[in-house]
């Protein structure tokens, strides 16, 4: 253990017990405060620098070919902790172009960004990929009604990212191949 | 009637009413806040009658730090509606009221009954000798200062040294007080 | 009433320029909180309020952003606020004095000026008189008496809100008035003493006399720095300012005196304290700063006519800005006392400081005067 050093604490000179020196330090240095570059963002017009993990309003996003990622498993549903995810599954109908090795797809997806606290777990437990916090952070609505985000709602604030493993394509692959699964 | 005496009854109603006021509240801030209002309307009387200077130590001295003070005692004693209500102390502040109504009343009459000698001004025509001038009266500021500080030096000093008494005897009995606690 | 048209025309224009006055410092007043609030801003890193426009006055191409960064509206926009928010009275409130107290906070702040002289008119015939709406022989004694009665306002709040925090800061309050006004007055003495030496002639009980003074010799900031000290330090506390706000305090007190209060009832309450800084550096320009004189020791460089009033006006006025930005200067650089310390300051300090000070000047003055006497 070190060794505790006591330290004297040398008795106040005349001037340092007036306090005036140092009101005056103090003040020198709020006055050169004034003039240094300010720290706050204007913020309509300026918008922050989000870092790359930001945690915004969860979306749907679809695979770069435009098809729809979501096999409504459910288990963002069920992983949710304030219960803000409701999802209706529905199937693929079989003739569906380009859809026809997905089994599921949500017949209605909502999220209610009342009870959304954007703790990311949906994003994490996905095994889909499908759902992603993105980047919009000032979501506002005049009702109630407006801040449920439906299916159709959820797939245009998510948009399309980058996917790299193309699922649907590698499962049809297999399925040419006679080796579904 | 003109703007003086105009104001004159002004200012008196409002001395006299807030006289009245702080003697018939019930609960002791409002009478000590009549008290004030009192107070700056004999002030304003000071004004119209050309003292300036009374005006302003009135004010200063009474309104300004007295009350403040009897405020602060007040507030800090949180004495209630009935505070003071003894009927012991009740019949003293009653009489003395009327005895004093009454000399009021008495002098009041004999100004009326002679108003010649009564109304004149204090004799002051003997004149104050301050660097060989004579010093006519008048409310100003260094009238005061001649007077207190040449004329009435030694009074001056007297109530002074009074007060300093006074102020030494009030320190002794808290002294003494909080002593006699810890024993 | 007998009234004459020349009795008519006197009052008539007093009022009018103790309205123009009132208006003079009220719009002061309200440019200190956005002054306030602007410096604070850039001394903290941050730009404050700049959002606020007029209809038509942001179209203009350069001066209009420019005058919106500075927030040069935001007090208009403060004061509708004030306006037009829900008046609420706590039930548990005393109506009367609760309806007053914002009123007898702000009537004293409004009075001490009308003995505040703030330039010299010049006639044709060479004669010049101050500016002035009264100039009353004894006038700084009617600054201190009329402002200490400025308290009863904060007492009065404290009292009738009839809750904890009001009641203490009421209670801390009148502590503070009485303790710092002795220093206050105590550290004018030697000033009076000064300006009234034997043989100037000067009434050193009126601002006028003062600042008359100060054009003969020099400021009195330089001739009496220890007086200026603590008579500034004594107004910071008059005024309620940082270092001092006890009565408010709104750490320990939620908002002091004024937690009860909304709506215009509390906007009269925040013109009061603006009101009291702008008069009280007013007078501590008049008194210490040499008034609507530019430089110590050196005659006015202006001619003396409509000119010269005007710019000893501008004058006086710049140093009571530069001394009000110093107000919020200090608010936003020092943290506040405690209670015990105040006290402490107050007594123990800059009392004995302020009869040492006084004691000293009543030596030199008599010393100085020495020649005079025995000639």
Not at chain 2, 125 to 131: R, T
Request: glycine share 8%; with cysteine.
């Amino acid at each position: 253990m070190a060794k505790t050093v006591v330290l004297e604490r040398k008795p106040l000179s005349l001037s340092e017990r007036t306090y005036l020196p140092q009101i005056l330090t103090g003040l020198k240095t709020t006055f050169t405060n004034m003039f240094k570059e300010k720290v706050t963002l204007q913020y309509p017009e300026e918008k922050p620098v989000l870092p790359p993990n930001y945690r915004g309003v969860p979306t749907l996003v679809k695979d770069p070919n435009g098809r729809e990622k979501c096999v409504s498993c459910q288990l963002c549903e069920f992983v949710c902790p304030p219960k803000a995810i409701r999802i209706t599954p529905g199937s693929v109908p079989e003739d569906h172009e380009d859809r026809e090795h997905v089994e599921k797809a949500p017949q209605e997806f909502e999220i209610n960004m009342l009870r959304c606290i954007y703790c990311g777990y949906c994003e994490e437990v996905c095994p889909e990929e499908a759902i992603f916090l993105q980047n919009e952070y000032s979501f506002s609505g005049y009702t109630r009604d407006e801040m449920i985000n439906d299916k159709a709602k959820l797939y245009e604030l998510g948009g399309t990212l980058p996917d790299d493993h193309y699922k649907w394509d590698k499962k049809k692959e297999a399925e040419e191949k006679g080796n579904p699964h | 009637m003109n703007m003086v005496d105009f104001l004159f009854y002004v200012f008196a109603t409002l001395s006299v009413g807030g006289g009245l006021l702080m003697v018939f509240s019930r609960h002791p801030v409002p009478a000590a806040l009549f008290m004030i209002v009192s107070m700056v309307g004999v002030a304003a009387l000071f004004v119209i009658l050309e003292a300036f200077f009374l005006a302003i130590l009135q004010v200063l001295v009474y309104a300004g730090a007295v009350m403040v003070l009897f405020l602060f005692i007040i507030m800090l004693l949180d004495v209630g509606p009935e505070g003071g209500k003894a009927w012991r102390v009740k019949f003293l502040s009653g009489f003395m009221g009327i005895v004093f109504v009454g000399l009021l009343v008495l002098s009041l009459l004999d100004i009326g009954l002679d108003r010649s000698s009564s109304l004149a001004w204090p004799a002051l025509e003997e004149g104050v000798m301050v660097n060989g001038e004579s010093l006519v009266f008048s409310a100003s500021v260094k009238n005061f200062g001649y007077g207190l500080f040449a004329k009435y030096m030694l009074p001056l000093q007297v109530s002074g040294f009074l007060l300093l008494a006074a102020m030494v005897g009030v320190i002794i009995l808290s002294k003494k007080s909080s002593a006699s606690e810890e024993v | 009433m007998m009234l004459d048209a020349e009795t008519l025309q006197l009052v008539g224009m007093k009022f009018l320029f103790a309205l123009l006055m009132v208006g003079a410092v009220m719009t002061m007043a309200g440019y200190s909180v956005l002054a306030e609030r602007k410096v604070s801003a850039w001394m903290q890193g941050r730009v404050g309020p700049n959002r606020t426009v007029l209809p038509y006055v942001q179209y203009i191409p350069i001066l209009g952003p420019f005058l919106r960064g500075l927030g040069i509206f935001q007090p208009l926009a403060d004061g509708l606020k004030f306006l037009f928010k829900e008046e609420i009275v706590p039930g548990h409130v005393n109506k009367l004095y609760y309806y007053m107290a914002p009123l007898v906070a702000l009537v004293p702040a409004l009075t001490t000026m009308t003995v505040l002289p703030f330039g010299e008119f010049f006639h044709d015939n060479g004669e010049s008189f101050p500016l002035i709406l009264a100039d009353l022989e004894v006038g700084i004694l009617f600054i201190l008496a009329v402002s200490s009665l400025g308290v009863y306002g904060i007492v009065l709040a404290g009292w009738s809100s009839n809750s904890k925090y009001p009641f203490l800061g009421g209670i801390r309050s009148s502590a503070q008035m009485i303790s710092y006004e002795l220093a206050m007055g105590l550290s004018l003495l030697p000033v009076f003493l000064w300006v009234s030496e034997p043989g100037s002639g000067l009434s050193a009980l009126s601002l006028t006399g003062i600042v008359a003074s100060q054009a003969e010799s020099t400021w009195l900031i330089i001739v009496q720095p220890v007086s200026a000290l603590i008579f500034l330090i004594a107004l910071f506390a008059e005024t309620n300012r940082l270092p001092f706000d006890m009565p408010e305090s709104e750490t320990d007190l939620v908002g002091g005196f004024h937690t009860e209060y909304g709506s215009f009832k509390f906007g009269i309450f925040f013109v009061a304290e603006y009101a009291h800084i702008v008069v009280g550096s007013a007078i501590f320009t008049a008194i210490f700063l040499g008034g609507w004189h530019v430089f110590p020791w050196v005659a006015d460089p202006w001619p003396e006519n409509w000119l010269g009033s005007l710019l000893g006006v501008g004058c006086f006025l710049t140093k009571t800005v530069l001394l009000i930005f110093f107000f919020i200067w200090i608010r936003w650089t020092l943290p506040r006392f405690r209670y015990d310390q105040v006290m402490h300051l107050g007594w123990v300090r800059l009392l004995p400081l302020a009869l040492v000070n006084l004691v000293f000047y009543v030596i030199l003055v008599s010393w100085l005067d020495q020649p005079v006497a025995t000639n």
